[in-house]
Structure formats: C-alpha cells, structure tokens
C-alpha cells in the first residue's frame, strides 16, 4: 500500500520500474560486448607502447569487467 501516492502515480511507478530496469539491462549489455573489449585492447596497446609486462589476474579481471559493467548500466539509467 502506498499511502502518499495518488492513483495516476501508482501506474506511472510500475512503467518508471520497467524502463528502468529495461535500460539498465541495456547499459549493461552493451558495456560487456562492447566498451569491454575496446577498453582493454586499449588497455593492452598502451601496456605494449610503454614496454611493461600486464599482470592481469581473474580477481582483478572479474572485478574491473563487474564494476565497469554496473556503473555503465548505472549511466543508462540516467534518462530517468
């Protein structure tokens, strides 16, 4: 029950919860095929052009690919 809400905006908050979570589901999406493979050719060429060796781990992998794709579906969300 929401008590502060009037009947028009109780509908309206289903559709803002739907798109929501459609956009974010979208950020989210395209950041994993997307700007993930792009940043870390990136990533790779600059460690190439400065001569160091990538240490690259499946912790610090998993983390950075799990906090990228969050706070791009987060972005996408922004419209809202």
Known sequence: M???L???GKGS???VF???TILFII???S???FIVPQT?????QMSHWLKIEPRWTIDS??????????MSGLTFEVPL
């Open 6 to 8: 009037k009947p028009k």
């Open 2 to 4: 929401l008590p502060a």
């Open 61 to 70: 992998y998993i983390g950075f690919v799990t906090q990228f794709t969050l």
């Open 13 to 15: 908050c289903g559709r």
């Open 27 to 29: 950020g989210a999406v």
């Open 18 to 20: 739907a798109a929501g």
């Open 40 to 44: 870390l050719r990136a990533f790779i």
């Open 31 to 33: 950041c994993f095929l």
